[in-house]
Structures are given as structure tokens and as C-alpha cells.
């Protein structure tokens, strides 16, 4: 686990199906993300986009198919301990009786890799970059939905990932904020070619940063290409899904 | 149902059985859970032996001194809180006041994937919530057992002395308790503490990692929590005793 080591790592997922009870969520997904690809999901509320990233990273086994890490399950022990991975959840997931310091400093912190001085200045570094400077004494529960979300992303930061999953990273946050994390997706891709999983529904985020884009709905993928190449399809829900806009009904007079 | 939970507490144990080489760099965690253990529950410790002592010599007091048993009053008092009132009343005390809080602590990060978190950062939940908690329980229980023993004695020295139908003097209740009270029956009391303590320690711990759904599953699971806690508590207390007082034949 040394810093040095930035081999970016591939992502194959084959005919991965879950349910819950008797609800299918997925209904076998397949898709490849390449070593130090940006890979953006995009698809409607309730398709299955977090569920697949938790399958990803490890926290849930598939029911039939296989998710493959460089090769290996994603949810054995070897993936863990062979490669740095980092989830950003859609709730933040910060640990609430920590501080905002410890929560981004708790993987140095617990896996030893640094003096606790140079952890402070690591987590200094990160909280600057997602524009919280100097929120390391305050908890969680003092922060807004957007704060918690920044800080859980300064979190998965300082892990150096090379395998990193964004749950609606900017869903909370304000435009220039938004802006200021998709710079980040990308500057962490260009420091350590990083392979990055984007689930968002922020269209400008998701064709600002993607190298690829997939689109799932109702837990099948319905398309997977380049943006220009979503862009041009005909799919109908998909047309909808990338154009529509904010139009307030004319009332009738 | 029963087995099936009883061989997940098994597991967990076992698990953080093998994680205690990694205590040395836990041992802050340790420490915090240690002194919360300990503030939370010292004073209620001593109120409640205090009690424990005087209800047992009130009960006991009449009927022996009407027997002509006084001198022996001291004996039985001392051998009964520290043998098994004190180890078992104060275990089911710290299940209510720290297996609740340990149980509602890790459910509510189970609940909120604060511990799914932690999964993703490679941090073994056994050895970052489990291995402190239990470690510092099964050091603390023990150690206010020997409050609850000293409070408990005093409290029933205090009875003896100031109620009209005993009339004990401290003196003797306490010269009597010598007597009897050898440290081998301390030490029963704090072997059984100490394996009351990993039970709470487990089982709480247990029902916490396991929540699921939101406030009502971690109102159920600290529910469960101290109820396992107790029930487990009363039924190793039978068996224990039976094998240690076999050991001290
Ligand atoms: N632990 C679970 N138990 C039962 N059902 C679940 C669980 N997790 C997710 N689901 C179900 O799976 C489906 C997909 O959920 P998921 O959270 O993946 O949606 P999503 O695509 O991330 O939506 P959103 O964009 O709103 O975050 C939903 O119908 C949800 O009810
Ligand atoms: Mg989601």
C-alpha cells in the first residue's frame, strides 16, 4: 500500500442480477470500465445505480454473474487488501462522532500510513480543496447536506484511490461547487490515472467528465458509449432523459 | 432462530478473540470506552450495592439474631454480595446502561452506512467498534464489582447497625465478614463478571452490527440487546457457579 503504487485497475462487470425479496433491482447488468477511465451512470431515480456501485466496491454479493476487479471478486478480502478503493455515498456516510478532521484523516489514521502531523496537513490539503478550510474541529451533525457531502468526498481523497465511485457527488451542491468537483474528478484522473465510477444526474457534470457514459433504467443498461455517441441516439427515453427541460405549463385563460 | 443467532455470537467472539493483537493500536479507542464505562455507571454502581447490602441484611438480620445466629450475620452478608448478588445485579445494571448505549451506537452507524463506510476504507468493523468495546467492558465490569462489593458490605454493615432488631455493631458485622469472606470468593465474583461482561460486550455488539431499518430497527435491536444481555447473564451465572464452586471443592 505505498503511495507510489498508481496502477489504475479495470472494472468488468458480467451479468450481474440482484433482488431484494422478491423485487429484481438488477436484471443482469454488463459493462467494462478500463483502467483509468472516467465511467458516468446516469438513469432515473430508483433504476439501481447505488445498488450497482455497492456491488462494486464490495458491500453487496451478487445474486448470479460476477463483478471482476483486475480479474478478482469484488467483494473478496484480496481486492481489498490489493487495491485502494474509495466510495463517495450518496449520503455521505460521515462518521458522526468524529470530527470533520478524523473522518478525512480515519484511513491514514487507522491504516498507519502517516505521522498524525502529516495527516493534519493531508487533511488540511484535502478540506481546502473541496473549499472547507479550517471545518476540521467541527462534527457532522453541524454541517449542511453540501458540506457533508464535500467532506465525504475529501475523504475518499486522501485514500489516493485507484479505484474511486462518485454517488451523486454534486447532487447537493451549488453550480460553481459542482463545477469545482468535476474539476477535482478530472485532476485526480490526470495526478494518478485513477479509474472513476460517476453515477450523477447532472448532465453537465456527466458530459464534462466522461470518457464513457451508460444509461440504466429499471436495472438494465440501456446504452453505453462515448458522449457524442449518447448524444446522437435515438432511444426515446433517453432523448427525454438528456434534453428535457423545465418548462412551466401555460394556464389555460 | 436461537442457534442460528447464538452461532453469529460465537463468530463475532471468536473474531475479536483473534483481533486482540491488534489492541496495542486500538488502545485509545480502548481507553474512551473504558473511562465512558466508568463515568456512566460508578455512581449507580454504588447506589445500587449500597441497597443491595442493606436488603439483605434487613431480610436476613431478624431472623438470625432471633435464632441466635448474630455473629454469623457478617458472614453471609459479605459471602451472598460478593458471590453472587453484587456480580449478577451489577452485570444486569451495566447490560441496561451499556448495552443499550453500545447497541443503539452501532446500529445507528449501521443504519446511516457509517459502517458500510468504513467497509469501503478496508477498516474491519470487528477490529475498530467490536474489539474496544468488548475489551473495555470485560476490564471495567470487574473493576466496579470491587466498588459494588465494598459499597454492598457497608451498606449492609449500616443496617445491622442502626436497626433496632439487629443491633450489629460495624465491629463485629466486619470481624465476622473477615472471617468468612476468603479472597477466593471475590475472585468468584469477578471470574463470573468477567464472563458476564463479554457476554453483554457480544451480544450487544452483536444486535448492533445487525440493524437494519432506520430508528424503529434501533430501538429493536437495543431492546433485544439488554434482553439477550440479561437472559444470557442469569443462565451462564447457573453454570458457572455450578463449575467454579465444583473447582474451589
Ligand atoms: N437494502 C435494500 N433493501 C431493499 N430494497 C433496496 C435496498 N437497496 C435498494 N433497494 C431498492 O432497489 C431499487 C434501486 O435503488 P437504488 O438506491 O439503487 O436507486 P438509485 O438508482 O440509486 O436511485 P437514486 O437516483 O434515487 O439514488 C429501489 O427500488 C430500492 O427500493
Ligand atoms: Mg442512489
Redesign the pocket.
Known sequence: MNAANHQSVRVEVRSLR?S??D?E??HGVSFNVEPGEIFVLM????????????HIIGL?EPDAGEILIEGQPAHSAAVRDKFRMAMVF?SGALLNSLTVGENVGLYLAEHQLKSPAEIDRVVAEKLELVGLKGAEQKIPGELSGGMKKRVAIARALVIEPQLILY??PTSELDPLMAITIGEEILSLKARTRATSIV?T?DRDLAFGVADRVAL?AE?NILLVGTPAEVKKSTHPLIQKFLTADFKPKQEPT | MIFRDLGQLLILFWRTLQALPLLWRHRRKVAEQFFEIGNASLLMVCILSLFIGGVLALETGPVMVERGLSNFLGGIVGLAVCRQLAPALMAVLIAGRIGSAMAAEIGSMAVYQEIDALRTMNINPTHYLVLPRLVAISIALPMLLIFADLVGWLGGAMVCATNQQIAIGFNSFFTNLREVVEVQDIVHGLIKSFAFAIAIGTVSCHQGLKT?GGPRGIGRSVTKAVVNSIIMILVLDYFLTHLLVQLEK
Open positions: 440482484k431484494f425479496g423485487q433491482v438488477l438513469g432515473p431515480s430508483g433504476s439501481g445505480k447505488s445498488v450497482l456501485l455497492k453487496e450518496q454517488d451523486e453515477v444526474h440504466i436495472g | 437494519i
